[in-house]
């Protein structure tokens, strides 16, 4: 057991390590993936803006640089037809008509050698290759579109073009607007991260409902019921949590029942073994301390076989009418019986228990061949019962009666009575009237109760009038069919 102990307090958070709870769980996974998703997409769509507007600039800028290079062509070759010029004269010519026709941003070199270059850059810094189409660079800090062309003249002149266009606005642009998206995307995720927490304690709460009612069941309150008021699959849950706690409630009532069964056993037994005992007690001291003729001994020793038999047979029919027995076909069995002779054996059987305060018993039959359908050791039993109570109850010296006619038998005392206010209560299992005096004579409050299922299995009614002071008469009225 100590081993399993141990587990199971592994098995649980320590103090302060409270794991976090669903709601947080779902609302910290829908805006961690609200914010991937989102900054994502905006990633995408940047780069998508930023390329279409490089590929703009560099249709619109390739379109410049054709026309300006065709005009150069124009204006070279026309100037040196009409010039017979040398080598420094066509430089010159070739400077001051790109300075015109090219201006900002171009580059052009002859061999290697520059002859004109308005551009922060040298031809050499920019490690361009590329001819004919603009290529993306990144030089000091700066992102810039380099397209290069060799320009061939009809005299045989080759040059080399070089056009610069600085686009690090484009990339700084698209670097803003990423910011600009990132912080306006944080205060909108924690919008809807408000929002969700509201969303999702409304959605959720049928099951905090159902944690509420799991901690009182397990807390003992197995009467906990959760109130269903939606149709999705959180109220088929509810529905079935509720039914599971119908039946875990009726199971421990089962329990409880069969648990109360048990006492009532447990103190019908020790009530019903009293009397008998006291009588077979009583026959074995006369047995052992009186001489007796052989009849005699025979009468005694017949008087306890029989109630030792009784006693056995009895075991099993309280386990009947306390409820842990059902085989009720085996045990109470109903028979017509001879009343005369039946309470001649209670007489005697309740001879000791009468001696001891000096009570008389007194039998009234309506008719000596009196007889009616019943199970003997019940009836017994129960009239064993009342004839007990009235002893407790009987002053020294005083008159039991025992009438039986047709529709029923009853005993009469003359002893303190009962109460009006306690008659209705006191066929409540373990009640007793005059607790100090019942303990006192070892009572447990048993007696009318179980005198009361005996009725109820035979189908007769138990009345009990009494009068504080005066008496109390309990009669067992037969119904017309009983069996």
């Known amino acids: 057991m100590a081993g399993n102990d141990q587990d199971g307090a592994a098995d649980r958070l320590p103090p302060g390590g409270r794991e976090m709870k669903l709601r947080t769980k779902i609302c910290l996974v829908c805006v961690a ?38 005009s150069l062509r124009q204006y070279v070759e026309g100037s040196f037809d009409v010039l017979s010029t040398s080598g420094d004269m066509k430089q010159r010519i070739m400077k001051d008509g ?71 606005d484009v990339y700084n642009n698209s670097r803003k607007m990423f910011f600009n998206g990132l912080v306006a995307a944080f205060l909108l995720t924690g919008l809807i991260a408000v929002i969700l927490v509201f969303v999702i304690r409304l959605v959720m709460k049928p099951i905090y409902n159902l944690k509420e009612s799991a901690d009182e069941i397990a807390g003992g309150n197995y009467g906990s019921r959760i109130q269903v008021k939606r149709r999705d699959e959180i109220g088929e849950i509810s529905e079935n949590f509720n039914r599971m706690a119908g039946k875990v409630e009726e199971h421990i009532k089962e329990l409880a029942d069969t648990n109360e069964r048990q006492l009532q056993l447990m103190g019908s037994l020790a009530h019903e073994l009293k009397t008998p005992m006291t009588a077979i007690i009583g026959y074995s001291d006369i047995l052992l301390k009186m001489r007796l003729s052989q009849e005699e001994k025979e009468k005694a020793l017949l008087y306890i076989g029989s109630e030792s038999r009784r006693l056995s047979r009895l075991s099993a029919k309280m386990l009947e009418l306390t409820g842990l027995y059902k085989d009720g076909e085996k045990t109470i069995e109903k028979k017509t019986v001879h009343i005369k002779t039946m309470l001649e054996t209670v007489d005697s059987l309740m001879m000791f228990r009468l001696k001891e305060k000096g009570l008389s018993l007194v039998i ?87 005198c009361k299922k005996i009725a109820e299995l035979h189908k007769a009614r138990l009345v009990i009038e009494s009068r504080y002071g005066k008496g109390t008469k309990v009669s067992l009225f037969w119904e017309e069919d009983n069996g």
């Open 33 to 70: 993936a609200m914010l991937i998703l989102s900054q994502s997409f905006s990633l995408f769509m940047l780069h998508l803006s930023q390329k279409d507007q490089l590929e703009r600039i560099s249709k619109y800028e390739y379109s410049i640089f054709e026309n300006k290079v065709k």
């Open 98 to 168: 790109s300075k015109y026709y090219l201006g900002m941003e171009y580059a052009v070199y002859q061999d290697g050698q520059e002859i004109f270059n308005l551009t922060p850059y040298e031809y050499e810094d920019t490690g361009a290759e590329s001819r004919d189409t603009f290529t993306e660079i990144s030089l000091d800090g700066k992102y810039l579109l380099i397209m290069g062309r060799e320009l061939s003249l009809a005299l045989g002149e080759d040059y080399d073009i070089w056009h610069y266009k600085d686009v690090t």
């Open 364 to 450: 009234t039959l309506s008719d000596e061949d009196l007889c009616h359908v019943m199970d003997e050791d019940l009836i017994t039993s129960l009239l064993m019962n009342l004839l007990d109570n009235a002893c407790k109850a009987s002053r020294e010296g005083g008159r039991i009666e025992i009438e039986a006619w047709e529709k029923g038998i009853s005993v009469k005392d003359e002893g303190i009575g009962i109460p009006e206010e306690e008659i209705s209560k006191i066929e409540e299992a373990f009640y007793m009237v005059d607790k100090s005096r019942a303990r006192a004579s070892g009572g447990s409050g048993l007696g009318l109760s179980l």
